[in-house]
């Protein structure tokens, strides 16, 4: 799949609002990230267009409440002949939703990623981002200020960070760049980087190199090397439980390292290894 390739569907939900029942679009096919695709120092995965993002988001065409679509319930009912969410911009949706959150003192975190989003999606669109910046700015200072959650905080300080750089509010930005630790996981040289860039009043937006994008995306899975031996118990290897018996074994070759992306991208069985269990059964 390239990475323009997507697929818009069409879905009937309840809002939990109001109750209605409407059809509402929802992006159910991306390209699978990979390091290669554009990443901004922002963390802002550059869709192609602006409608994919917009799909994060549904508004009731009766009452206007407009959240992450996915916490809209599903109906039976066919998309077909009933009412249909409101055509609107694409990132003036997440506008909707972050004044849902307000009205409904929803969680400050969510209302700044909806923000931000609407920020990455107004770039997407090609439009005028000045006001997105300044509401993603407002809304994550908000959620920062909130003592009450847990999260990597750390990541949202570098990410305020940078928008404050990119806002041309240089001061603010280096002190938010400074509490961004090593607890946010993210490439020293990145925050080193974009804090000179502040100091050197710099706002220009700038893309991750592929090293920076996998560290981000596709952290190394850290597994404990120390095992307690008194907890295992000896388990019969497959050699032990067919050593009288003629069936062919299978080889699965060399364990690989283990890897975040890995798990999350288990990879496709070999044809040829296919084939051996089939001559194994
Ligand atoms: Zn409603």
Same mark, same amino acid.
């Given at each position: 799949m390239s990475q323009y390739e997507f697929v818009i569907n069409t879905m009937s939900v309840s809002c939990p609002e109001c109750n209605e029942v409407f059809a509402t679009q929802t992006s159910f096919r991306l390209p699978e990230m990979t390091t290669s695709l554009p990443v901004e120092s922002d963390l802002h995965r550059v869709?192609?267009?602006g409608i994919i993002r917009s799909c994060l988001v549904t508004i009731c065409p009766s009452c206007q409440y407009a959240w992450w679509t996915n916490t809209f319930s599903r109906h039976f009912s066919l998309p077909i002949g009933i009412k249909q969410a409101p055509?609107? /911009? *694409?990132?003036?949706?997440?506008?909707h939703a972050v004044l849902t959150g307000r009205?409904?003192?929803?969680?400050?975190? /969510?209302?700044?990623?909806?923000?931000? %989003?609407?920020?990455?999606?107004a770039k997407e669109s090609h439009q005028e981002t000045s006001k997105w910046l300044i509401l993603s700015i407002q809304e994550l200072s908000a959620a920062l200020a909130d003592s009450s959650w847990e999260g990597n905080r750390a990541r949202y300080h570098y990410l305020l960070g940078e928008l404050l750089r990119l806002n041309r509010q240089f001061e603010e930005a280096i002190q938010e760049f400074k509490l961004a630790d090593s607890t946010s996981n993210l490439p020293e040289d990145l925050i080193i980087n974009q804090k000179t860039l502040a100091q050197n009043k710099n706002s220009d937006p700038l893309l991750l190199s592929n090293e920076q994008v996998k560290t981000i995306f596709f952290p190394?899975?850290?597994?404990?090397?120390? +095992?307690?031996? #008194?907890?295992? #118990?000896?388990?019969?290897?497959?050699?032990?439980?067919?050593? %009288? *018996?003629? *069936?062919? +074994?299978?080889?699965?070759?060399?364990?690989?390292?283990? =890897?975040?992306?890995?798990?999350?991208?288990?990879?496709?069985?070999? =044809?040829?290894?296919?084939?051996?269990?089939?001559? =194994?059964?």
């Amino acid at each position: 799949m390239s990475q323009y390739e997507f697929v818009i569907n069409t879905m009937s939900v309840s809002c939990p609002e109001c109750n209605e029942v409407f059809a509402t679009q929802t992006s159910f096919r991306l390209p699978e990230m990979t390091t290669s695709l554009p990443v901004e120092s922002d963390l802002h995965r550059v869709l192609p267009y602006g409608i994919i993002r917009s799909c994060l988001v549904t508004i009731c065409p009766s009452c206007q409440y407009a959240w992450w679509t996915n916490t809209f319930s599903r109906h039976f009912s066919l998309p077909i002949g009933i009412k249909q969410a409101p055509e609107i /911009d *694409s990132a003036r949706k997440f506008a909707h939703a972050v004044l849902t959150g307000r009205k409904n003192n929803f969680h400050t975190l /969510d209302r700044a990623i909806l923000a931000l %989003n609407g920020y990455w999606c107004a770039k997407e669109s090609h439009q005028e981002t000045s006001k997105w910046l300044i509401l993603s700015i407002q809304e994550l200072s908000a959620a920062l200020a909130d003592s009450s959650w847990e999260g990597n905080r750390a990541r949202y300080h570098y990410l305020l960070g940078e928008l404050l750089r990119l806002n041309r509010q240089f001061e603010e930005a280096i002190q938010e760049f400074k509490l961004a630790d090593s607890t946010s996981n993210l490439p020293e040289d990145l925050i080193i980087n974009q804090k000179t860039l502040a100091q050197n009043k710099n706002s220009d937006p700038l893309l991750l190199s592929n090293e920076q994008v996998k560290t981000i995306f596709f952290p190394a899975l850290v597994i404990p090397r120390l +095992m307690p031996q #008194e907890l295992l #118990e000896p388990i019969k290897t497959n050699e032990q439980v067919t050593e %009288n *018996s003629n *069936s062919e +074994m299978v080889d699965f070759g060399p364990i690989q390292s283990s =890897t975040y992306s890995a798990a999350l991208f288990p990879p496709k069985k070999s =044809t040829a290894l296919q084939s051996k269990v089939k001559a =194994t059964v």
